[in-house]
């Protein structure tokens, strides 16, 4: 059974951080990209970064320069450091991850930025 267990969500002023965990087992964490998504109340879905196996990461155009994604291989744990955020930030946000086709998902956490 694949397991992704986020934490780390909350409320948070304009221009403050946060930062979000994800963690996984072993043999998931060593094996697959893991992705952060998020969706705002009224709004799809939607990808916000992506980090590899191989230590590759991808971001969404609205949260370059201002998310970073990483991993931590001794809690099996990825991360995503939320700097400078703003009010469209706010968003329940998911960990994710695609086997053989399948997509799972963690239970989301809900990051709110406002003053």
């Known amino acids: 059974q694949v397991q992704l267990v986020e934490s780390g969500g909350g409320l948070v002023q304009p221009g403050g951080s946060l930062r979000l965990s994800c963690a996984t087992s072993?043999?998931?964490?060593?094996?697959?990209?893991m992705d952060w998504y998020r969706q705002a109340p009224g709004k799809q879905r939607e990808w916000v970064a992506t980090s590899t196996t191989n230590g590759g990461t991808n971001y969404a155009d609205s949260v370059k320069g201002r998310f970073a994604i990483s991993r931590e291989r001794a809690k099996n744990t990825v991360y995503l450091q939320m700097n400078s955020l703003k009010p469209e930030d706010t968003a329940v946000y998911y960990c994710h991850t695609r086997i053989n086709g399948d997509n799972y998902w963690g239970q989301g956490t809900q990051v709110t930025v406002s003053s």
């Open positions: 072993r043999s998931i964490f060593s094996i697959y990209a």
